[in-house]
């Protein structure tokens, strides 16, 4: 158990949609990282919160959004929902706000979309 | 640009064998760390092993160990007395100072055999 929790752990939707996915950090952690895995891929980064403030963006949609409220938790919005969108999106969390921390994953949500 | 090759899509090992997953990064950093994340068939993402480049021992675990050639740009993961819930997919990953996001490799399917 990482420490990093994540909810739901499956959602199922359909096109249109607009969904939104919690993450709670380790305790300690300030930074919060999202990332999405579709079927059989590498991890795509999509952004990064470091207490509070947008720190980084990665090859995020416009149609997702995100951020991290002052008790550390983090969301991460998704709209407009296309079947392409079906996938594994992680949180992370680290201690600081350098790369160079070590990222430590939660278990997932497995969002389907139909 | 910065980047992670994992050359070996799948491997396979035996019980009780050794196995290695080989690693290799381009960056132009100093300042880094290496990572092996396994993720076993639940999709969970699980830090196996980190190695700071700043240190020439390489970083062991248990089972698990690396061999960091840092002017090769290598840093392969070396599993001994491999058991059967060792089977996952390896990833590589890679991060600096300079930027905020880790950088993963493609990586490798494991699946040790009984």
């Known amino acids: 158990d990482s420490g990093v929790t994540q909810t739901p752990k499956h959602l199922i939707t359909a096109t249109g949609q607009r969904v939104t996915l919690r993450c709670s950090p380790r305790s300690g952690d300030l930074s919060v990282y999202w990332y999405q895995q579709s079927l059989d891929q590498g991890l795509q980064f999509l952004i990064q919160?470091?207490?509070?403030?947008?720190?980084a963006k990665g090859n995020i949609l416009e149609r997702f959004s995100a951020q991290q409220f002052p008790d550390l938790h983090s969301e991460l919005n998704l709209s407009s929902l296309e079947l392409g969108d079906s996938a594994l999106y992680f949180c992370a969390s680290s201690v600081g706000r350098v790369n160079t921390d070590t990222q430590y994953f939660g278990p997932g949500t497995r969002l389907t979309v139909l | 640009a910065q980047t992670v090759t994992q050359s070996q899509p799948e491997m396979s090992v035996q019980e009780a064998e050794t196995v290695t997953l080989s690693c290799t990064y381009d960056t132009s950093e100093n300042n880094y760390y290496l990572f092996w994340y396994k993720q076993p068939p639940s999709r969970q993402m699980i830090l196996v092993i980190r190695q700071e480049a700043y240190k020439q021992q390489n970083a062991t675990e248990n089972r698990f160990s690396v061999n960091f050639q840092k002017a090769a740009k290598s840093f392969s993961l070396k599993i001994s007395d491999s058991q059967l819930g060792d089977t996952a997919m390896y990833f590589c990953a890679f991060g600096t100072s300079g930027t905020y996001k880790y950088i993963f490799g493609t990586g490798t399917r494991l699946k040790v055999l009984a």
């Open positions: 919160y470091y207490n509070g403030e947008e720190r």
